[in-house]
């Protein structure tokens, strides 16, 4: 067991053994998910911040939220905030990198954690923590930073890229060479035009390290901070094993009833997806929904992110959805009406009656009132 801790504060707890594969430079981080929570919200971190000097986690969201209104509410400007958990002074507050790639961990573990397009929507406008933005005097805080963050001026010493400090696939920066910063583990990596492995996901534009690393021979017992390579792959050699929660806009009762449809037909969910992939590819779908930039350029072997995968199969499985021949719906499903507002009504996230009557894949007839 090892515990972070600071004088008076318990800050979160791993427990790390050695893994059992032949990788003895691996060892396996258990950490309890309550752990992993929000104390203002309750849910699992979304884009955490840590605050310091206490060290406490919280969504960025939640956090900026929360320091708007106190500081509106305090009389004395001048005065630092309180941690909303222990109400220590808090010095600064950055995103937390290292944090970030366990909080993505655990969804892709725990898909039902994941809270709504909604919920993140809202969530997201509150957030303002960009980077490592401080509040108040930084007295008594010590220069080193407790864990690595993404900061306006980024030094080697918080962010090595591997191959500023050695040859690595053949290849070593110069100095003043441009940089890529991950946006999953907010490491660096050169910015190179010369080789065949993407650096940037083509579906949101943002760079993604694990695939590069792979391609240069650097893991993560070389450097721990850099992502795994299963977090950006080309869309053909992923393999999905359940339907993700965000599945239909996150209406469960549309989730189950295409399911049934897998099971009835008895294929694999990962052959659904594979055989609606090549339909992709052969431009037998229209692309308009699917919610990725480069719609026109995307293909199953481009590579793309964990997010944007998700989004790409929820698109694929809309389709599955609506282009089945009602006789093939389940029994319940067959006399189902479809909603005026089909896959944009709001009403489908709050009734549960309403979602349960009507059929939601479909598009829409009219407007929101
Ligand atoms: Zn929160
Ligand atoms: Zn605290
Ligand atoms: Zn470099
Ligand atoms: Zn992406
Ligand atoms: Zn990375
Ligand atoms: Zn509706």
Redesign the pocket.
């Known amino acids: 067991m090892f515990f972070i801790m600071l004088p008076g504060h318990l800050v979160y707890t791993f427990e790390i053994t050695a893994a059992k594969d032949q990788d003895k430079n691996n060892v396996k981080i258990v950490l309890d998910i309550e752990n992993a929570k929000c104390s203002i919200c309750l849910n699992l971190w979304h884009d955490v911040v840590t605050v310091a000097p206490c060290l406490h986690n919280f969504c960025n969201g939640c956090f900026s939220e929360w320091l708007r209104r106190s500081s509106s509410k305090s009389r004395d400007k001048s005065q630092c905030a309180a941690c909303p958990q222990c109400r220590t002074a808090v010095q600064s507050v950055g995103r937390n990198h290292f944090l970030h790639n366990i909080e993505e961990a655990i969804l892709q573990t725990f898909s039902s954690l994941q809270r709504s397009d909604e919920e993140i929507a809202l969530l997201e406008s509150y957030a303002s923590v960009k980077s490592n933005i401080v509040l108040g005097k930084q007295k008594n805080q010590s220069r080193k930073r407790p864990f690595p963050r993404s900061t306006d001026n980024i030094d080697n010493a918080d962010l090595p890229c591997p191959q500023c400090r050695g040859e690595f696939g053949g290849f070593r920066c110069s100095p003043g060479a441009a940089h890529l910063q991950c946006d999953g583990c907010g490491g660096m990596m050169p910015a190179r035009s010369n080789v065949n492995i993407p650096q940037k ?6 760079a ?1 390290c694990g695939a590069y690393w792979c391609s240069q021979g650097v893991n993560s017992s070389h450097f721990n901070l850099i992502c795994n390579q299963e977090t950006f792959k080309m869309i053909s050699q992923r393999h999905v094993s359940r339907l993700p929660d965000t599945v239909h806009g996150g209406n469960p009762y549309e989730k189950d009833i295409t399911e049934k449809c897998i099971q009835q037909s008895g294929k694999t969910l990962q052959a659904v997806i594979s055989e609606w992939t090549s339909k992709f590819d052969n431009m037998e779908i229209d692309r308009s929904r699917l919610q ?1 930039n480069n719609v026109d350029a995307i293909t199953s072997r481009t590579y ?5 995968y998700n989004k790409f199969t929820d698109f694929l499985l809309y389709w599955y959805r609506v282009s089945m021949p009602r006789n093939l719906l389940p029994p319940d499903a067959v006399n189902r009406e479809s909603c005026w507002y089909g896959f944009l009504c709001r009403t489908q996230h709050h009734r549960p009656d309403h979602a349960k009557k009507l059929n939601h894949v479909c598009r829409p007839t009219r407007g929101n009132p």
């Open positions: 996901c083509l579906g949101c534009d943002k993604f990725l793309i992110c964990n997010h944007c």
